[in-house]
């Protein structure tokens, strides 16, 4: 198994774990960029794209034909000045191909084990059937009662 490249190695603090995928309305994409641009927080791993991704199109742009960039899956840190948990945003900016979906997670993991992550959070959308008038919900699941709260 590859590792994610390591481009800064922070030094954190029990981190939190943060990840998200583009999904329904990219909303859990857009809350996790504004919390790595309304926290400052910095880049320092990503994984290498290539096996995880395939070229799906093309871009033609002033007449010439080029091959996109692949999708990046990008981690981010911030340090938490009050003392507490610090934090790591993953952020990739497409689901890899489903039959490697599994070795991409652990490529995720083997960063969390190697900072020490003690939670994990991913954020999503869920499209619900919903008034405009009615109160909008959360909705969440824990591996434990102890974080149900």
């Known amino acids: 198994m590859d590792l994610p490249e390591i481009i800064k190695k922070p030094r954190l603090r029990s981190p939190y774990l943060i990840c998200v995928w583009p ?9 996790a960029a504004y919390l790595v641009e309304k926290l400052g927080a910095e880049e320092f791993a990503r994984i ?7 070229q799906t199109g093309s871009v033609v742009k002033d007449g010439h034909l080029s091959i996109p960039e692949l999708p990046r899956g990008t981690f981010y840190f911030w340090k938490n000045k009050a003392g507490k948990q610090d934090l790591i945003i993953f952020m990739s900016n497409a689901q ?8 991409y997670c652990r490529q995720i993991t083997s960063l969390a084990k190697m900072f020490k992550v003690s939670r994990v959070v991913g954020f999503a959308a869920m ?13 969440f699941a824990a591996t434990s009662k102890e974080l149900t709260g």
């Open 96 to 103: 890899p191909d489903l039959a490697k979906a599994e070795e």
């Open 23 to 31: 999904g329904m309305g990219d909303v859990a994409f857009k809350a």
């Open 48 to 54: 290498k794209p290539d096996g995880f991704f395939y």
């Open 127 to 139: 499209p619900q059937p919903i008034d405009h008038v009615q109160e909008p919900g959360v909705w």
